[in-house]
C-alpha cells in the first residue's frame, strides 16, 4: 500500500519558482478562460498536499495553482530564521504567479497563510483579485504573539509547542498533540493522521526556523488597511489552535466577511470540506461574475437520479432490476444514472442513459486497486484513503441537483453522498434513498487496537449521524432480510449490529439481479464446466493466476472439464497464460446465465456473484480478499446461513484447488431457497417516495 495515494487530478504543468536562490516547487491546473485561484501554503509543517479536498473540485471551475512554501514538500529548505518572515514568504506568492504567466489571482489561505496573503496583495495590489483566510493565524492582530514567543523559547515546562521540545526528542509527541487539537472535530482520525505523516516529512530543524521568522515578523495590522480587494475570513468557533478573534479582528481591518462556522476547529478546510468549497467557489464568483445556466421546466415526468457503487457489477446489475421495476409502478418515470466504470459496461448495454456529469467523476475502482496486493485488499484503509475521492464526487453530484431537478435520488452505497448530506443536510433538495447489502465497519484479526479503535470510531459516527439527523435519508433499504445482518457489535461499547440494523431499515429480500432458472441449464453435453469470475475490478488477477495453475491437476481429476476463465472489464485477459483447457473472456455482459449453467464455479468471495450462484444452486468455491473485512465476515456469514457454498483461503487454493474441485462438482446442493421478488419489493419501498 502506498503512503500517499495519487491524487484526483493530476497537475498540467509542474515546476519551480527561482527567488533569490530559494526553489519553490509548483502545480498548474490549467482552465483556459477562468479566473486563477492560488491555494496559498501554510506553515511548513505540511506541504500543498493539505489542499487535497479542495484542488480537483476547483479546478473543475477556475484555473488553479499550488506550491510548496519554502521549507516544506518539493520546495527548498533555506536555513535560518531570516528566510521565513512573512515578508519572504510573500514575496514567494508572487513569485509563482510570475513563474506560471498569472497576471492576477484569487488567494486561499490556511492559517499562517494569511499574512502572506495580506502582504502580497497590498503590495501587490493589480496581481490580486480577492482573498479567503481560512482560521487566520496572526496573533498579532488581537495581541497574543508575545505570549507565544514565550512558551516557545521555554526552557522548562510549558507546552509541547516549544522549540527546545522539538529539538530534542519530542518532536513525535509535538505533532501529535498538535494536530488532535487542530481536529479537534469527533471522528477526525484520518485528518489527524495525513497530518502527522506530513510533518514527518520535515526536519524539526526547519520548523524551528519556520517559526522564529514567523515570530520576528511584523503586524499586519497596517496592510490590512491597505487592501482594495474583497476579503471573506472563514474561522472556526471552536479552534484550539487561533481563536476566531483574530478572524474577526481581520475581517474588521479589511472590511471583508466573517464566517464563523459552528462545531468547527483550525483545519475546517479538510474536516468540512464541502461547505469551504461551496463557500470559496461562491466568493470566486463574486469576484469573477459569469452567467449561470439552470433547466427549470413547469411540467415535467417525474425524475430520478440512481448512483450504483463502481466497486464491482454487482450492484449494477441489482440496480438495473431495481430501477425496472420502478418503471413499472411510474410508467413516466425518467432515471438518470450518474456512474462510471465498471458501471457503465453494464447500463449503456441496456439502454440506460448516464448522465453528462459521470465524465467528471474520479475513478474509486482504479485507486482501490493501487492499494491491493496479492489477493489482498485491506478494503477499510482503502476506503479511508479514498477521501479527497469522496469528496470529488459528492462535489459533481450537488452540482447536478444545483442545475437540475430530481424528485428522487437513490444511491447504492454511495458512501460519499450519505455521507456528506448528513454533514451538509442543507444541501438535501429531494427524496434521498440509499441501500446498503452490508452494515458495520469491522476490524481484521491481524489489525490489533488500532484497527478496533478506527472502525468503532467510523461506526459510531454513522450511528450519530443517523440519530441527529434521520431526515436526510427519506428510506434506508437493507437489500436482504435481517438473520443476513451479523450479529457482532458495532465496537466495545457499542449497539449489537443486527439489532441497530432492524431498528433503522427496511428490508427488502436479496436481488439477484436475474431471474434464477428453475432448472440447471446446460451448453456442452458432453463437457462439465467450470466458471471461473472476480467480479468488475481488477483486483482478481492474482486469483486468475493461481486458478490456472491448478487446471492441469484439476483436468486429470475431472475428465472433460473446461474452464471459462472471466476477467471482467479491467483486466486484460492477454496477460494470462494459455492452457487448451481454457477459455479467457473479458467482460461477460450475460455472465448470470453462465454461472447458471456451470457445473461449478471458483470466485471471489463478492456478495453478488456468489448469490447468484446460490440461486441458481450451483456448486462454487468461494476465496474472500484478505483484509477484505466485508467477504470475510458479512458475505460469509450470509452464505452459511444459506448452506451455499465452499470458502478456501488463498494459500489453500496453492495446493488444494483442483481436489476440491473435484469433491464438489458432483455435490447436490441444498441450499436455502433465494426470494426472486427482491427487486420488486426493494421498488415498491422507493415508489412510495415519488
Same mark, same amino acid.
Given at each position: ?311 464491482? =457489477?454487482?450492484?449494477? &446489475?441489482? @440496480? %438495473?432490476? !431495481?430501477?425496472? #421495476?420502478?418503471? *413499472?409502478?411510474?410508467?413516466? +418515470? ?66 447536478? =441537483?444545483?442545475?437540475? &431537478?430530481? @424528485? %428522487?435520488? !437513490?444511491?447504492? #452505497?454511495?458512501? *460519499?453522498?450519505?455521507?456528506? +448530506? ?269
Amino acid at each position: 500500500m502506498n503512503a500517499e495515494p495519487r491524487p484526483v487530478r493530476e497537475a498540467d504543468r509542474t515546476g519551480f519558482a527561482d527567488r533569490a536562490g530559494v526553489r519553490l516547487a509548483f502545480r498548474v491546473y490549467e482552465n483556459p478562460g477562468k479566473p486563477t485561484v492560488l491555494l496559498v501554503p501554510t506553515w511548513s509543517i505540511v506541504p500543498s498536499r493539505f489542499w487535497k479536498a479542495q484542488v480537483s473540485f476547483l479546478a473543475r471551475h477556475f484555473r488553479v495553482v499550488t506550491f510548496d512554501g519554502r521549507g516544506s514538500g518539493d520546495s527548498d529548505r533555506p536555513a535560518g530564521w531570516a528566510s521565513y518572515v512573512d515578508d519572504e514568504c510573500a514575496e514567494d506568492v508572487i513569485a509563482v504567479l510570475d513563474a506560471t504567466d498569472t497576471p492576477q489571482a484569487v488567494l486561499v489561505a490556511l492559517s499562517r497563510g494569511d499574512a502572506w496573503s495580506v502582504l502580497a496583495a497590498a503590495r501587490h495590489p493589480g496581481r490580486v483579485t480577492g482573498i479567503v483566510a481560512i482560521g487566520p493565524a496572526s496573533g498579532s492582530l488581537i495581541g497574543v504573539q508575545e505570549q507565544e514567543r514565550e512558551a516557545w523559547e521555554a526552557t522548562e515546562g510549558g507546552t509541547p509547542y516549544n522549540r527546545h521540545h522539538w529539538l530534542n526528542g519530542g518532536y513525535d509527541q509535538f505533532t501529535e498533540w498538535f494536530f488532535a487539537r487542530m481536529f479537534a472535530e469527533p471522528h477526525s482520525t484520518k485528518q489527524i493522521e495525513d497530518a502527522v505523516r506530513w510533518a514527518h516529512e520535515i526536519d524539526p530543524v526547519v520548523l524551528v526556523d519556520t517559526t522564529a521568522g514567523r515570530l520576528a515578523s511584523k503586524s499586519i495590522e497596517d496592510e490590512c488597511g491597505r487592501l482594495t480587494c474583497p476579503v471573506l475570513v472563514i474561522h472556526g468557533a471552536d479552534d484550539q489552535i487561533r481563536p476566531h478573534a483574530i478572524g474577526a479582528r481581520l475581517a474588521e481591518l479589511t472590511g471583508g466577511d466573517l464566517v464563523l462556522i459552528d462545531g468547527a476547529g483550525h483545519g475546517v478546510h479538510a474536516r468540512d470540506p464541502v461547505r469551504i468549497n461551496l463557500l470559496i467557489k461562491d466568493f470566486v464568483d463574486r469576484v469573477h461574475p459569469a452567467p449561470r445556466r439552470i433547466r427549470t421546466s413547469r411540467s415535467r415526468p417525474p425524475r430520478a437520479l440512481y448512483l450504483s457503487s463502481p466497486i464491482g =457489477l454487482g450492484h449494477a &446489475r441489482r @440496480d %438495473l432490476a !431495481i430501477a425496472r #421495476e420502478l418503471r *413499472d409502478l411510474h410508467p413516466r +418515470l425518467e432515471i438518470d444514472w450518474l456512474a462510471q466504470h465498471p458501471v457503465t459496461e453494464v447500463l449503456v448495454p441496456a439502454g440506460e442513459r448516464v448522465h453528462p456529469a459521470s465524465a467528471w467523476l474520479a475513478g474509486e475502482s482504479a485507486h482501490v486497486e493501487e492499494d491491493a496486493g496479492e489477493h489482498d485488499l485491506h478494503v477499510f484503509e482503502a476506503f479511508r484513503r479514498l477521501d479527497a475521492v469522496l469528496v470529488h464526487n459528492f462535489m459533481v453530484f450537488n452540482e447536478v =441537483l444545483e442545475a437540475e &431537478r430530481y @424528485d %428522487l435520488v !437513490i444511491g447504492d #452505497e454511495a458512501w *460519499d453522498v450519505d455521507y456528506f +448530506l448528513h454533514e451538509n443536510p442543507e444541501l438535501k433538495r429531494f427524496a434521498f434513498a440509499w441501500l446498503t447489502d452490508f452494515v458495520g465497519w469491522l476490524p481484521m484479526p491481524d489489525g490489533g487496537a488500532r484497527e478496533q479503535r478506527l472502525t468503532a470510531d467510523y461506526n459510531l459516527d454513522m450511528i450519530e449521524q443517523r440519530a441527529r439527523l434521520r431526515r436526510v435519508r427519506d428510506r434506508s433499504v437493507f437489500v436482504g432480510n435481517p438473520d443476513d445482518v451479523i450479529s457482532l457489535p458495532f465496537g466495545e461499547g457499542l449497539p449489537a449490529i443486527r439489532e441497530w440494523t432492524e431498528q433503522n431499515f427496511d428490508f427488502c429480500g436479496y436481488v439477484t439481479g436475474f431471474e434464477p432458472p428453475s432448472e440447471p441449464l446446460r451448453l456442452r453435453a458432453d463437457e462439465k464446466l467450470c466458471v471461473v469470475t472476480v467480479g468488475g475490478s481488477g483486483v482478481g488477477e492474482s486469483l486468475l493466476r493461481r486458478v490456472l495453475d491448478a487446471v492441469p491437476e484439476a483436468v486429470k481429476r475431472v475428465p472433460g472439464l473446461r474452464f471459462l476463465v472471466v476477467t471482467g472489464p479491467r483486466i486484460d485477459p492477454a496477460v494470462l497464460p494459455f492452457h487448451p483447457a481454457v477459455e479467457v473472456r473479458g467482460f461477460v455482459p450475460d455472465l448470470p446465465r453462465y454461472l447458471a449453467a456451470c457445473d461449478i464455479a471458483v470466485v471471489q468471495g463478492g456478495l453478488t456473484t456468489c448469490m447468484e450462484l446460490t440461486a441458481a444452486r450451483r456448486p462454487f468455491i468461494y476465496v474472500p480478499l484478505r483484509h477484505h473485512f466485508e467477504q470475510n465476515f458479512h458475505v460469509r456469514h450470509r452464505l452459511e446461513r444459506y448452506g451455499a457454498g465452499r470458502c478456501m483461503s488463498y494459500e489453500e487454493v496453492a495446493d488444494g484447488l483442483a481436489a476440491a474441485i473435484a469433491e464438489e462438482i458432483g455435490r447436490e446442493t441444498t441450499y436455502r431457497e433465494v426470494e426472486r421478488d427482491g427487486a420488486a419489493r426493494a421498488a415498491a419501498l422507493l415508489a412510495e417516495l415519488l
